[in-house]
């Protein structure tokens, strides 16, 4: 099961461009996710919107999801791009229909949805070609950015979920603080 959620309070430090990509880049996280653009996306745990507004001009549509309604009024006060719905809502309970969803992904916050349940929505959303990405804090880290090291998971602890699920992996990589997976329906 996943852990806590992001302190809304600090949503600011979600918009340091500087930290953020130095764990993920706009550029592998476009190259991972290889859309097309009328391909709608869902950003699950979307926060401030930091890497929805890389994702939205590649995008057909894009929804921006976190449990959070800070985290949207944040996102509405910085300015949201027209192809961007903000939804309120937890990645085990998404609000769209099966197929809906052409790529999914999630920058830094697998660790906080990650269940059965949360997967297994993800899988019904996706469109039978549909693609995931993860780039997630490893517990492999040290821990000195991002979540303690207990409340991550490893990449073959996220792999196997996603396997158990139906998705087959792509492409994994380990970073010495994070994890890159791209998988696919099977």
Do not use: C
């Not at 910085?78 to 052409?102: A, I, Q």
Request: hydrophobic share 40%; proline share 4%; net charge negative.
């Amino acid at each position: 099961m996943g852990y806590h959620t992001f302190d809304a309070e600090r949503a600011d430090k979600l918009e340091e461009a500087g930290r953020r990509y130095r764990f993920v880049s706009a550029e592998e996280l476009l190259w991972a996710l290889s859309l097309s653009p009328d391909d709608t996306v869902a950003d699950l745990g979307s926060g401030t919107g930091f890497f929805t507004d890389d994702v939205a001009p590649r995008a057909g549509a894009v929804y921006a999801v976190d449990v959070q309604e800070e985290m949207h009024e944040y996102y509405r006060e910085k300015g949201v791009p027209e192809n961007v719905d903000l939804v309120t809502s937890d990645v085990s309970d998404l609000p769209f229909d099966d197929g809906d969803v052409d790529a999914a992904f999630s920058t830094m916050t697998y660790h906080e949805f990650a269940s059965d349940e949360a997967i297994a929505e993800i899988r019904r959303v996706l469109a039978p070609d549909g693609r995931l990405v993860i780039v997630d804090w490893a517990a492999t880290g040290s821990g000195e950015d991002g979540p303690p090291v207990d409340e991550r998971y490893s990449a073959d602890e996220a792999t196997e979920a996603l396997r158990d699920a139906g998705f087959a992996i792509e492409h994994e990589a380990v970073r010495p603080e994070t994890f890159l997976l791209i998988a696919a329906l099977e």
